[in-house]
């Protein structure tokens, strides 16, 4: 059985740089998988070589089948595939409404956009009265839901989500992940990459650990969660 998305022996970085040197890595059908790792590991250069942004040098990337690996990040999100960059990357000085209209840039199916524009607004109660806003004034609680809506107006299967609780007051942070359980409840893979690796491991399915541009170590997320060399490095457990 084929996998949603599957990464084989990915290389690749910025320049004469590699920064990845052979990812392997796999999802299922609405599956919730974390990657963790310390700054600059390379976890963000892999959700980039996924969408697109960035270009693999060796290896192949596959979703539903298809090799992806060289094709433009607008047929990429066509055929099912968005991304919540860290740092939201908000177009400021446009409204709410109008970012949230980027997300849908690639579709032409104008009923559905509406639908999912009011999916969105149920998410994101916060920004309904938001709308005409500049998205550049909102808080960073709100900008992320913005950021995330913008992913979800896509209507992607596989939802690449980068740092979501970045910056946020706890009450935020809890309000974001509620968001990401009904996402994953709906269907939508999620590949996330999140700072706070026990919130992180207690949502997903699975895990990987990355270090240095190498995956060090996989599994059921419930085991990572248990496994010694994971709670040293990145729960804080020093007993």
């Given amino acids: 059985m084929s996998h949603l998305l599957e990464l084989d022996g990915v290389r690749a970085g910025y320049g004469s740089m590699e920064i990845l040197h052979g990812i392997d890595l796999v999802m299922d059908e609405g599956e ?5 790792g310390a700054n600059g ?16 040098k060796r290896g192949t990337v ?7 690996t060289h094709m433009p990040t607008q047929q990429i999100v066509r055929l099912g595939i968005a991304q919540a960059p860290e740092g939201r990357r908000l177009f400021s000085e446009l409204s709410v409404a109008e970012n949230l209209d980027m997300g849908a840039y690639a579709r032409r199916d104008k009923e559905g956009i509406r639908a999912d524009l009011e999916y969105v607004r149920s998410l994101f109660p916060q920004l309904k009265d938001r709308m005409d806003q500049r998205a550049g004034s909102l808080s960073g609680g709100e900008q992320q839901m913005c950021t995330i809506g913008r992913a979800l107006m896509a209507r992607p299967e596989l939802l690449l989500l980068d740092e979501p609780s970045l910056g946020l007051a706890p009450l935020l942070v809890n309000q974001i992940f509620d968001i990401v359980r009904r996402l994953h409840e709906g269907g939508t893979a999620i590949l996330l990459v999140e700072q706070n690796a026990k919130v992180a491991l207690e949502l997903a399915r699975r895990g990987y650990v990355m ?17 010694a060399r994971v709670r040293s490095a990145y729960l804080g457990d020093v007993t």
């Fill in 32 to 36: 919730i998988v974390t990657l963790i």
């Fill in 41 to 56: 590991a390379g976890k963000s250069t892999t959700l980039n070589v996924i969408c697109g942004l960035i270009r693999a």
């Fill in 62 to 68: 596959t979703f539903r089948g298809a090799n992806i």
């Fill in 211 to 227: 270090e240095t541009g190498n995956i060090t170590i996989s599994g059921a997320a419930s085991d990572l969660l248990n496994d």
